[in-house]
Nanobody, 117 residues
Framework: VQLQASGGGLVQAGGSLRLSCAAS????????MRWYRQAPGKQRELVAA???????NYADSVKGRFTISRDSAKNTVYLQMNSLKPEDTAVYYC????????????WGQGTQVTVSS
């Protein structure tokens, strides 16, 4: 099973981007999907998470601006990012935990988000 992230780019402050992360490969029963980000010189931080039941949680810094959602049929998670700020600039990583025959904790490749002031 692999995770493929897409949707990053360069946007002006106040703009929007939508990130996508799709799980492909073997049948994968997802328990949770998360988005993390890592800015230069900083530790990776959890941005948003969604469970198989649809429960969500967000970092305080993105509440009210970012929305995580999922399409279970496509094994895909989205991160809609609105009102972007320069401090949102980072490499964004998707993470998923779930089962094939065993539990797997998977990471996608990062996607760069750059917000200009």
């Amino acid at each position: 099973v692999q995770l493929q992230a897409s949707g990053g780019g360069l946007v002006q402050a106040g703009g929007s981007l939508r990130l996508s992360c799709a799980a492909s490969g073997r049948r994968f029963s997802i328990n949770f999907m998360r988005w993390y980000r890592q800015a230069p010189g900083k530790q990776r931080e959890l941005v948003a998470a969604i469970t198989s039941g649809g429960s969500t949680n967000y970092a305080d810094s993105v509440k009210g601006r970012f929305t995580i959602s999922r399409d279970s049929a496509k094994n895909t998670v989205y991160l809609q990012m609105n009102s972007l700020k320069p401090e949102d600039t980072a490499v964004y990583y998707c993470n998923a935990g779930g089962f094939t025959t065993i539990f797997q904790n998977l990471w996608g490749q990062g996607t760069q988000v750059t917000v200009s002031s």
